[in-house]
């Protein structure tokens, strides 16, 4: 059986996790009568069950009496005391519960997080382990560190990030080390018997002398603690055949001691040690150690031999075996990796710039949660929470109520249904929705009228499911994986469970009761929501499950970032897809139209369990088509290819920016319908994001006329940029919507009167005029290396012209400056910046492009070049997508003063 998994799992006939761990002896008396292997054994069930469903969101632990005949039973001193030294605390109750029904005994597991269970303030590690598998020299003792200590040490060594050791540059610790009195004593290869040394043991020597005969064995006992431990200390030294009081060389007796056979087996004990790199060096153990050994002489007659191993100060981390950490993965208990472990210990909320503010911090989040940022002056979660699900102590509050409305019309007694159900609770919020899995990123179910959700005090969350057919499979699902999400991806630290109760209801308005598929276990009251403050922090950690999505700062940052949505996209994506089937979506410049178009993508993916090939992304420009390709949510194309091809697999479109679409190759949106209304009783989905404003041609686009767009929202919250590129939108908006060009609407201008974008976010808007395009340069080549001094990257840059025709051009002079300019950035930069093109989008380089084929895309820096259109009429619509490109700051240059404010 591999090592990194055991054979325990989750039973999934629950809504929740449970695992049950077989027979377990129970009580202090029965556990002291049994053999001590059967014991550990026993032990080891549990409490590697504990530590998974402590690093995976909690859950219950279903042990089996062995006992049967016992009528009431505590777990045993050993058992509890193995759960204490799990969570570093004598406070079983923070985490575990027990309750006993029959010969069954429930542990009930509440997720881990680092946040709780102290009182003296050290700082806690994110996940539980049995054991860290960390050994350091403690003077002259080698001790196993805890998950604090091994905390403590990770971060020493993360922060420190040497670079390898070497004899032109040594470390004071290398120094230390290699000037000990035991480094001399290590290049002898003679000593004689009884010879003393002239060092005592200490943290950098451990003397070792035994009578045994296996010197093999003993040593593949003592490398995975002793080597380990001194190169995670300083280095050291470990003699074998040295009298541990008297310093005397004895050696090993030459009969026991074949050099070149046990040469081979400590460099095959060494070389399993698991080494983890927080530096570039990527070393071998081996690169770490030397062995050699010394002939002992007692008088002129060869005794036997002194072994010395010297290990050198590691800038990493040495292990002697993979850490004894578990989680569930795939409904299976596993063993993290070395990799991941570490990754988990040493795990904090990235650095990100100053217009955002943590929604979710992970220093005090369950384990698998991943931190949450929303844009400073959008709406907190807290806010979130009390516009969408609002929790008022006075009446029972059924949300959203148009829904419901719609419900109730559409089918016979759901209202009769639910009332009965709800009427015993006297406030809190019923939760409706036509498919809570679709909700939670889950394939919709089949057959299921409605999903309600109910929060209330003095209970668990409920989920009814209501079912048109009498099918109960797998509708415990939908109840797992929102416990699982609300404590995993929300943050939710309280106790939880979610009650699962399905319903059947006929034509006729006729209920029947399926089923709770949780009556089975008992859990303890303190898995009742308590009153309000528990109530509205399990919404506001929903609120991060249903409007989280990744962050375009995740591939910025190298790990997941969650953004919220905004209260105006998340009622737009809440649409029922069933009955919208064509959606026109304007939204205004840094509304977030992309990230909408690929969340709704997602639904559709959900909702009518199809492929991903199924399902069509078109746009104008190749950037933006290889951006969401990436993704690998959909097939995208531009528009030009799309009017090249058949696409006979294609059910569902996604149109974005498509303002600036036109006809030249044939009637996109006709074509386009055509598709998506193949199949008569199942049309497919067509739904088309636009910015009138940011049109950048004067050709008819294609797209039907306005009065024609019958069903349409629109986004008028502009999330993107910071307060003064915002302010600057908002100007060239005024201008287009008092001046339009003949080929926009003016009725869909009218939008701007509720305009709306985030507060007190800093930036900055710039004017610059030039003499000629060079000295033009030289000031972009100098911004940037000003911006590279203060954190940011090639990566948060975009230079945009007007015409693609001249990218080449300005490339290369611009490639010129930044080479001239190169003394000015710090030593350790000594590699040239690449500019790239569009298509790079994702790569850690400025990007330099036409703002044409930037459209749809974003960086926080945008240097605007010469933005001058051939045709006038659209200057300030260009304009208006160039300055909407820039997150933070944007540059407006010219080089003859022809710029309009």
Same mark, same amino acid.
């Given at each position: ?85 799990? =969570? ?132 593949? *006992? ?8 001194? !190169? ?29 056979? @046990? ?41 036997? %031999? ?61 384990? *698998? ?61 019923? =939760? ?90 008992? %859990? ?72 909408? !178009? ?51 697999? =294609? ?114 808007? *710039? ?114 997508? @160039? ?19």
């Amino acid at each position: 059986m591999n090592k990194n998994h055991c054979p325990l799992e989750v039973d999934p006939s629950y809504p929740d996790l449970v695992i049950n761990v077989g027979a377990v002896t129970l009580g202090e008396e029965n556990r002291n009568d049994l053999q001590k292997n059967q014991r550990v054994q026993e032990k080891e069930k549990v409490i590697q069950a504990a530590c998974a469903l402590l690093n995976s969101g909690g859950g219950v632990i279903l042990v089996e009496m062995a006992k049967k005949e016992e009528r009431s039973m505590e777990m045993g001193l050993d058992l509890e005391q193995a759960l204490r030294e799990l =969570i570093q605390s004598t406070d079983l109750h923070d985490f575990f519960e027990t309750v006993q029904k029959g010969t069954r005994f429930y542990i009930f597991v509440k997720s881990w997080s680092n946040d709780i269970c102290t009182t003296d303030h050290l700082v806690k590690p994110r996940i539980c382990s049995l054991s860290s598998s960390l050994y350091r020299r403690s003077g002259t003792s080698v001790c196993c560190l805890n998950s604090r200590e091994a905390l403590s040490l990770l971060t020493k060594k993360k922060d420190v990030k040497r670079s390898p050791i070497n004899e032109n540059s040594p470390s004071t610790e290398h120094l230390i080390f290699e000037q000990h009195p035991a480094s001399q004593v290590f290049q002898i290869d003679r000593f004689k018997y009884g010879y003393v040394l002239p060092f005592p043991e200490s943290e950098l020597v451990e003397f070792k002398q035994f009578s045994t005969k296996s010197i093999a064995e003993y040593l593949k *006992k003592r490398i995975p603690e002793y080597v380990p431990a001194f !190169a995670n200390t300083r280095g050291g030294y470990l003699f074998i055949g040295v009298e541990n009081n008297t310093r005397k060389v004895l050696g090993c007796a030459k009969e026991n001691v074949d050099c070149e056979s @046990l040469i081979g087996e400590i460099e095959v004990a060494i070389s399993k040690l698991p080494v983890f790199h927080f530096c570039s060096s990527q070393h071998r153990i081996d690169h770490y150690f030397e062995i050699r050994f010394a002939k002992v002489f007692q008088q002129e007659s060869l005794y036997g %031999y002194l072994c010395m191993i010297k290990v050198k100060p590691s800038c990493c981390v040495v292990f002697s075996d993979t850490p004894s950490s578990w989680v569930v993965k795939d409904k299976r208990v596993c063993k993290l990796t070395v990799k991941d472990w570490v990754d988990k210990m040493v795990d904090t909320d990235p650095k990100l710039l100053e217009a955002f503010e943590c929604q979710l911090s992970i220093s005090a989040s369950p384990p *698998k949660c991943r931190p949450v940022f929303s844009k400073k002056g959008l709406e907190h979660k807290k806010d979130l929470q009390q516009c969408l699900f609002p929790v008022s102590s006075g009446h029972l509050q059924y949300t959203p109520e148009s829904l419901w409305k719609e419900l109730c019309l559409e089918h016979e007694g759901l209202e009769k249904l639910i009332n009965r159900q709800v009427q015993r609770f006297s406030w809190g919020i019923l =939760i409706l929705s036509r498919s809570w899995a679709v909700d939670l990123n889950l394939q919709e179910k089949e057959g299921v009228i409605c999903d309600a959700l109910l929060i209330a005090p003095n209970s668990p969350p409920i989920l009814y499911t209501i079912l048109r057919e009498k099918v109960t499979k797998k509708c415990t699902d939908t109840a797992f994986t929102l416990k699982q999400k609300l404590v995993n991806l929300g943050g939710y630290l309280g106790k939880l469970c979610i009650k699962s109760e399905v319903f059947h209801l006929d034509p006729e308005g006729n209920a029947e009761h399926l089923g709770d598929s949780s009556s089975s276990i008992d %859990y303890p009251e303190s898995y009742k929501l308590a009153d309000t403050q528990q109530m509205e922090a399990l919404l506001q950690s929903l609120v991060i499950v249903l409007l989280g999505f990744t962050s375009f700062l995740s591939d910025e940052l190298g790990c997941e970032v969650l953004n919220l949505l905004t209260h105006q996209q998340y009622e737009i994506l809440s649409k029922n897809l069933h009955k919208t089937k064509e959606l026109f979506v304007h939204g205004l410049p840094g509304s977030g139209k992309t990230i909408m !178009a690929m969340k709704i993508m997602e639904k559709i993916r959900n909702v009518f369990h199809c492929e991903t090939k199924k399902i069509l992304y078109i746009c104008e420009t190749q950037p933006l088509r290889d951006f969401i390709s990436h993704k690998n949510i959909c097939q995208a194309v531009t528009r030009k290819t799309f009017m090249k091809y058949n696409f006979d697999d =294609i059910l569902h479109i996604i149109i974005d920016e498509a303002q600036n679409f036109r006809t030249e190759d044939g009637e996109w949106y006709n074509k386009a319908k055509t598709i998506t209304r193949r199949e008569k009783d199942c049309p497919g989905i067509l739904w088309i994001f636009l910015d009138y404003f940011q049109t950048t041609h004067m050709h008819y686009s294609g797209l039907p006329a306005l009065s024609y767009q019958n069903s349409r929202e629109e986004l008028t919250r502009m999330v993107r940029n910071a307060d003064p590129i915002a302010h600057y939108l908002w100007q060239n908006i005024e201008v287009i919507r008092k001046n339009p060009p003949p080929s926009i609407p003016r009725g869909s201008l009218e939008m701007l009167s509720e305009a709306t974008w985030a507060q007190d976010v800093s930036g900055n808007v *710039k004017h610059r005029t030039f003499s000629d395009v060079e000295k033009m340069m030289v000031y972009v080549a100098e911004r940037c290396q000003h911006f590279f001094k203060n954190g940011y990257s090639p990566r948060h840059i975009a230079v945009l012209l007007n015409k693609a025709e001249v990218v080449e051009e300005y490339k290369e002079k611009l490639v010129r400056a930044m080479r001239r300019s190169r003394h000015q950035l710090d030593e350790d930069a000594h590699v040239l910046v690449q500019i790239k093109d569009a298509l790079h989008i994702t790569d850690n380089c400025i990007v330099l492009d036409s703002v044409r084929r930037f459209s749809g895309l974003e960086r926080n820096i945008v240097f605007g070049i010469n933005p001058r259109p051939i045709e006038q009429a659209i200057f300030h619509n260009l304009l208006l997508c @160039l300055a909407s490109r820039a997150k933070k700051h944007l540059y407006l240059l010219t080089d003859d003063g022809k710029i309009s404010n």
